[in-house]
Each structure stands twice: as C-alpha cells, then as structure tokens.
C-alpha cells in the first residue's frame, strides 16, 4: 500500500544564487551549430526497423532514440540544432514536430 506523503513536505527547493550561476549557459554555446546525424536504416535492429528509422525507436516507454541527443543538447544550452535525416525520414519529422514535443518551441 503507497504511503501518503504529508501536505507540508516541500517537494522542490529553489536554487540559491551561488547555484544558479553554475546553469547559465555560456555565450559561446549560443552559437554553436549543432549537427545530429539521424539517418540510419538500423539492419541490426530489424524487427524494430522495419516501419520506422533507427533513431524512431522506442526507449524506456514514451521516448524515442532521437529524444536521448536532443535532450542532452537542450540541457547544455546549444539551441541552434540540425538534424540530418536519409532513411525513413517521415516518422522522425512528425515526431519532432508533434504537440508532445516541445523541443522546436525552445
């Protein structure tokens, strides 16, 4: 049976000053062209390459392969990103540009 967390516990602490000078992102990431290459038909993932492109499959639930570097790009600070797509690049554009992700509003 889960227990009932009290009403007065704070679940999220604000990030002192001295903290949030570590997470401002530096001038020199702002212009950093970000290039990913996300092409790759995936032969050794057959079964699950069959409809979609490599970095179309799908990772711990909602996410998708293609999430992992797009995340780790957002969270740097590097805003100005490219993705070059070949094999199957359909999918992978409809999922970047689907109400659920929210990486092209950033």
Do not use: W
């Not at 390459?49 to 711990?60: L, S």
């Amino acid at each position: 049976m889960a227990r009932l967390l009290p009403a007065k516990v704070r679940m999220l602490t604000p990030v002192s000053p001295p903290l949030r000078a570590l997470f401002q992102v530096p001038d020199a990431a702002r212009n950093v062209l970000t290039v990913l290459l996300a092409g790759g038909a995936g032969r050794r993932l057959d079964p699950l390459t069959r409809e979609h492109a490599k970095p179309m499959v799908p990772f711990g639930g909602i996410y998708r392969l293609i999430d992992i570097p797009l995340s780790n790009c957002i969270n740097s600070g590097l805003r100005k990103i490219y993705i070059l797509t070949q094999h199957k690049a359909l999918s992978l554009n409809l999922h970047l540009r689907s109400p659920g992700t929210s990486y092209l509003r950033s």
